[in-house]
């Protein structure tokens, strides 16, 4: 999640004999920005590291934890049906079936099994923006069973808001408080004043019209946005339309997204591609080199040092 350019701020505002302890996980998805910090000083061996590896009983109960180390090993996850299970599969012959599916697993399936909001609980994580089981085409379908768009509705930006929407702030303003990333439901439209209101876990924001490219609906997101966040109930459509995004690192994270519920929904074959292909394209950074060069020296002076 931390890029280089935060990480410089980050470290600049500490003070002199502060010190500073890393907690992530270095097999998810790299942060959106330039870098790959947390990996870089992992990698350099110039600070202490320390793994967590053990699964203990309670988590090894829950298929969403052991399939998740599954796919981190570049293993097939445990598919098999389960009735009293947390993660499951479900096949799609094509994206058109897939939407379907999805569709009927976000509206029905799931609130009526799990006893759970189909907007504020369930989120559904796609490897990309787009394509027909893309982020921006869900959207659009899930829009239309979970909360129709009715008389009261304001269109900008490519996008129909309602009250009631899910909706998602795409970039950090610092004066309304809200950030990149923020999930919030549309409580109401004032279309004479030209203003929609957002509540954001119980906190109102106004939003006039012309400041609404800030938002987007977020009944689907990506993978990449959801990075950071937990969700109650997460569906993840994988299809082969999604080809150049299909990495293990990628549904990894989208996993470990889900609390209580984790459904793939697509085609065996896509997720087959994501778990035993290679991992991400390098990222290349001079971190990792820097700190591996300073932490030589270091060695260094310590060895003229003791002589």
Not at 130 to 152: C, F, H, M, T, Y
Not at 176 to 193: Q, T
Not at 282 to 304: A, F, N, P, T, V
Request: hydrophobic share 40%.
């Amino acid at each position: 999640m931390v890029d280089v350019p935060l990480m410089r701020s980050l470290l600049r505002a500490l003070p002199g004999r502060a010190a500073l302890l890393l907690v992530g996980d270095v097999d998810q998805l790299p942060s959106v920005g330039p870098g790959q910090v947390l990996a870089d000083i992992i990698a350099s061996g110039a600070v202490p590291v320390v793994r967590l590896t053990e699964v203990f009983r309670q988590a090894a109960e829950s298929r969403i934890i052991t399939n998740a180390h599954r796919i981190n090993q570049g293993l097939m996850p445990d598919l098999a049906a389960s009735d009293a299970g947390d993660f499951y599969f479900v096949d799609a012959a094509d994206p058109e079936d897939g939407v379907r599916k999805v569709l009927a697993i976000v509206h029905e399936r799931i609130p009526k099994r799990w006893r759970v909001d189909p907007i504020r609980d369930i989120q559904v994580l796609c490897p990309m923006n787009r394509g027909g089981l893309g982020a921006r085409s869900l959207n659009i379908e899930l829009q239309k069973v979970l909360n129709p768009p009715g008389e009261v509705r304001v269109e900008r930006f490519g996008w129909t808001f309602c009250p009631g929407d899910k909706v998602m702030q795409v970039e950090n303003d610092y004066d309304k408080e809200v950030y990149n990333g923020d999930l919030g439901v549309v409580s109401r439209i004032a279309v004479e004043e030209g203003e929609i209101i957002v509540d954001f876990e119980g906190r109102e924001v106004l939003y006039g019209l012309g400041e609404l490219d800030e938002l987007v609906l977020a009944y689907a997101t990506t993978i990449h946005k959801s990075q950071g966040s937990e969700y109650p109930a997460v569906v993840i459509p994988l299809a082969m339309q999604h080809y150049m995004m299909l990495q293990r690192n990628l549904v990894y994270t989208g996993v470990t997204r889900g609390k209580r519920l984790v459904v793939l929904v697509g085609e065996r074959k896509a997720l087959a591609v994501a778990v035993k292909g290679a991992q991400t394209t390098r990222r290349w950074s001079k971190l990792g080199e820097w700190l591996d060069g300073e932490h030589s020296k270091s060695l260094h002076r310590r060895q003229m040092s003791s002589m």
